[in-house]
């Protein structure tokens, strides 16, 4: 009975909910990623020799190992819980504040339908010019407050499938993580509202340019400028809200800004030609409606935040992995990890020093 008990394996250590280390896995491949988490690169573009097709294949299976489409799945729903509070909210204060400028805040959602699908995107405005109708004083303060809960809500499960695919623990008081999501809500929010109006100012002052200049060739070349310009600064600021969410969400003890990261690139180039794709998918076969009834606005809705906080993980997922081979190459060079250590999730190092036999 003895022998019986000592042959069994031991039982997994319980571990604390947001501590997504796996040290307990295998120690080595942890001693990896907290060398990324207290010292990250300065340039992710950098490899240093680390193999371009090794971290592309570890991306792909740490993509499924972490569970980033549940994960997604999970922010979808978190933005789609935010949206129409914020949507009441941000009518209210339309009403209220600027009642003879409500047609400025409309025309600033009318850039959404870009990438919105054209369905889910009445259900925005429809929703938008319901809530404006009954603007009052009270829902400017409930508005405001369930949005930024809501949204922070969402920021939080961010925080959460980044600390997993950076193998952290999140060691952040709540007020602290919570306090942190909330603002870093504020800032993604001014973000995407100036990017808005970005893109209405540009037509305005392409139009007011093309109008006022008398030679057709300068004023197309004009008008032309102004919109590339105004394109150029979008991206910026796509770009600027993706860097924000990479440098605050994760709990790693030093952080580096990266105004442009290969995860940020392929994130931001993926949600656009993913939207877009969705869109037209949707033109040519949209059985939603058809399936799902006057639910199929919500529905696609749900689809394109779950799409949109795919590819934002997505891009996470690459820029650690790009640290995380990079780190495990210097350790080896320094001799601080032996030379058969990987995180590569199809070849633990706990796989091959289990199967030898006792000294």
């Known amino acids: 009975m003895a022998q019986t008990t000592a042959s069994m394996p031991p039982a997994p250590l319980k571990r604390e909910r947001g501590d997504h280390r796996i040290g307990h896995q295998d120690p080595l491949a942890q001693r990896v990623w907290d060398h990324v988490s207290h010292s990250p690169l300065q340039s992710l573009w950098n490899f240093q020799g680390a193999p371009p097709w090794t971290i592309l294949k570890r991306t792909a299976k740490s993509f499924i190992d972490d569970d980033l489409l549940s994960r997604a799945a999970e922010l979808g729903f978190y933005f789609l819980f935010a949206l129409f509070p914020l949507l009441i909210c941000g009518s209210a204060i339309a ?13 600033l959602l009318n850039y959404l339908a870009m990438v919105v699908p054209a369905s889910a995107y009445d259900l925005v405005i429809n929703t938008f010019n319901q809530t404006t109708a009954a603007a009052t004083s009270g829902k400017i303060t409930l508005g405001l407050v369930a949005s930024l809960w809501s949204a922070s809500v969402g920021f939080a ?20 993580a919570r306090g942190s999501a909330i603002l870093v809500t504020i800032l993604l929010a001014i973000v995407v509202t100036i990017n808005l109006a970005d893109l209405l100012g540009g037509d305005i002052f392409a139009r007011y340019a093309y109008d006022h200049i008398s030679q057709v060739a300068f004023a197309g070349m004009a008008s032309m400028g102004i919109h590339i310009l105004t394109w150029i600064i979008a991206c910026g600021l796509l770009m600027l809200s993706f860097s924000i969410i990479y440098y605050y969400a994760p709990a790693l003890k030093t952080k580096c800004w990266h105004w442009l990261t290969p995860g940020a690139a392929i994130g931001i180039i993926t949600w656009l030609l993913a939207s877009i794709g969705f869109r037209v998918y949707l033109h040519f076969f949209n059985t939603y409606s058809v399936t799902y009834g006057s639910l199929g606005a919500v529905i696609i809705l749900l689809m394109w935040f779950y799409i949109s906080g795919l590819t934002l993980l997505a891009g996470a997922e690459i820029n650690s992995e790009i640290q995380a081979a990079v780190a495990e190459k210097k ?11 990987t995180t590569d999730p199809e070849h633990p190092v706990q796989a091959e020093t289990s199967a030898r036999p006792a000294a």
Request: hydrophobic share 35%; proline share 7%.
């Open 95 to 107: 009403g209220l504040a600027l009642r003879g400028s409500v047609g400025v805040y409309e025309k």
């Open 331 to 341: 350790l080896k060079e320094a001799g601080q990890l032996p030379p058969q250590a």
């Open 157 to 176: 499960a961010i925080q959460d499938t980044l600390n997993l695919v950076y193998k952290v623990k999140e060691t952040r008081p709540y007020w602290k």
